[in-house]
């Protein structure tokens, strides 16, 4: 939506041709922007400039599969409306072009993500932790990690405590209750979130990784065991997404903050 546009909306509520709650309705489902591509006989992109109004942050651009100029000219549209900037499954030539176009960005080749600070963005909250099984779901928790930074959210971090040594996890039982909503990331057999569902009161997302030997059937055995966790209320994301889980739990911690409030 154009300067012009909203101008002329706020001239309608001023007047009282129009409700406050209807001119949000009209801000919420307008407007987006195709983007075409030199050479091209379609468009390449429709960007969602709304997406932060109508879910609190703005739309993340997926990596795999776009070029990097693809990436950029994407980015380039959602910082020119004001919104920070997520780039996920990012290889290295499109991390690279997106730094390059925007020098303050944060590259992090473990979680695979690019991230540019929105223009105006406060310090990070808190509220969420990221717990993994092992060294190797790493990089599926920094996604997470890196996802709830660019919804303002700083993550406590608890690292390589899988079930065959509970006892290193029982030792950080202060930080996992004193969490909002807590991420298990974990492959191989999966069964982290059910003993960390069993110790606190708070949610808990459980993210299946593609760590393990054959029968893991890449990431398929911890899912199939996440999903019939015994331990009551853990919701479950798909095989590696540390992206979604980061997602879910911002949602999670926004909803807290607005029933607080």
């Given at each position: 939506?154009?300067?012009?546009?909203?101008?002329?909306?706020?001239?309608?509520?001023?007047?009282?041709?129009?409700?406050?709650?209807?001119?949000?309705?009209?801000?919420?489902?307008?407007?987006?922007?195709?983007?075409d591509?030199?050479?091209?006989?379609?468009?390449?992109?429709?960007?969602?400039?709304?997406?932060?109004?109508?879910?609190?942050?703005?739309?993340?651009?997926?990596?795999?599969?776009?070029?990097?100029?693809?990436?950029?000219?994407?980015?380039?549209?959602?910082?020119?409306?004001?919104?920070?900037?997520?780039?996920?499954?990012?290889?290295?030539?499109?991390?690279?072009a997106?730094?390059?176009?925007?020098?303050?960005?944060?590259?992090?080749?473990?979680?695979?993500?690019?991230?540019?600070?929105?223009?105006?963005?406060?310090?990070?909250?808190?509220?969420?932790?990221?717990?993994?099984?092992?060294?190797?779901?790493?990089?599926?928790?920094?996604?997470?990690?890196?996802?709830?930074?660019?919804?303002?959210?700083?993550?406590?971090?608890?690292?390589?405590?899988?079930?065959?040594?509970?006892?290193?996890?029982?030792?950080?039982?202060?930080?996992?209750?004193a969490?909002?909503?807590?991420?298990?990331?974990?492959?191989?057999?999966?069964?982290?979130?059910?003993?960390?569902?069993?110790?606190?009161?708070?949610?808990?997302?459980?993210?299946?990784?593609?760590?393990?030997?054959?029968?893991?059937?890449?990431?398929?055995a911890a899912?199939?065991?996440?999903?019939?966790?015994?331990?009551?209320?853990?919701?479950?994301?798909?095989?590696?997404?540390?992206?979604?889980?980061?997602?879910?739990?911002?949602?999670?911690?926004?909803?807290?903050?607005?029933?607080?409030?």
């Open positions: 939506m154009t300067r012009d546009r909203v101008l002329a909306l706020l001239a309608e509520v001023a007047a009282g041709g129009l409700t406050p709650a209807a001119a949000l309705e009209r801000l919420a489902t307008a407007p987006f922007e195709s983007l591509e030199a050479g091209a006989d379609r468009p390449f992109a429709t960007v969602d400039h709304h997406r932060a109004l109508r879910q609190g942050w703005p739309e993340v651009i997926y990596g795999e599969g776009k070029t990097p100029a693809q990436a950029v000219a994407v980015a380039e549209r959602i910082v020119a409306t004001g919104g920070g900037v997520l780039v996920t499954r990012a290889d290295a030539a499109l991390r690279d997106v730094a390059t176009r925007f020098p303050g960005a944060v590259v992090h080749p473990s979680a695979r993500t690019v991230r540019v600070a929105p223009p105006h963005g406060g310090a990070p909250s808190g509220g969420a932790c990221i717990v993994t099984a092992g060294t190797t779901d790493l990089p599926v928790a920094d996604e997470c990690a890196e996802t709830l930074l660019s919804c303002g959210i700083a993550a406590e971090r608890i690292t390589d405590v899988g079930v065959a040594g509970v006892h290193r996890l029982l030792a950080r039982t202060e930080t996992l209750r969490a909002e909503v807590v991420v298990v990331v974990a492959g191989m057999d999966g069964a982290l979130p059910s003993v960390v569902g069993g110790l606190v009161a708070r949610p808990v997302i459980a993210v299946p990784t593609s760590v393990g030997y054959g029968a893991s059937f890449g990431g398929v899912l199939l065991t996440m999903l019939n966790s015994c331990a009551a209320g853990v919701v479950v994301v798909n095989i590696d997404n540390g992206f979604g889980a980061g997602m879910a739990a911002a949602r999670l911690l926004a909803a807290q903050g607005s029933r607080r409030g």
